[in-house]
């Protein structure tokens, strides 16, 4: 099974917005980029926090990705049964920090691919699922992941950003995992 590893070089970059940066927090941030996500073609969360602020303000995301933390921290029971309301096929991947497994990269695919709302838990880390939300949404998507301590960060699914991520992934490590 391949997995794509984060490279040092990267990291510093991947901490930049790869979209517009909402400086807000909680429900005032998904009120702020409420008519995108209305307007979208599919709603993606990465992330529980997001996931939880997103379902709060009744957005329903047609895909959730999320790991059970914030912050490298057990997120509070009231989070993950927020994640719990809704009827969602549930889908269980392994992903460590700093990486793309090939099984997060086909969970992400499949989802977007069908049209029931999906949750994909992540034993790991979650981080990076954004890159393989926005490469295999289709256009006109939003994809939505928080930026600790900052606020939320709302990408638009485009022709141009499809084309930055596939840059991002090629430029990451491949290895093989026994």
Known sequence: MRVLVLPEELRDELKEPLGVLYRCHGVECVERM??????????????????FYLLKASFIPDLMIVDHKTKRSPV???????????SYRVVNVENPAGTLTEELLDAVRESLNGCTPTEIIVDGEEDLAALPAILYAPLGSAVVYGQPSVGSVLVMVTPEKKREIEGILRRMTVKEKV
């Open 76 to 86: 509070e029971d009231s989070i993950k049964r927020r994640h719990l309301e809704g």
């Open 34 to 51: 409420s008519d995108h996500l209305r307007a979208a073609e599919r709603v993606i969360a990465v992330g529980d926090i997001t996931t």
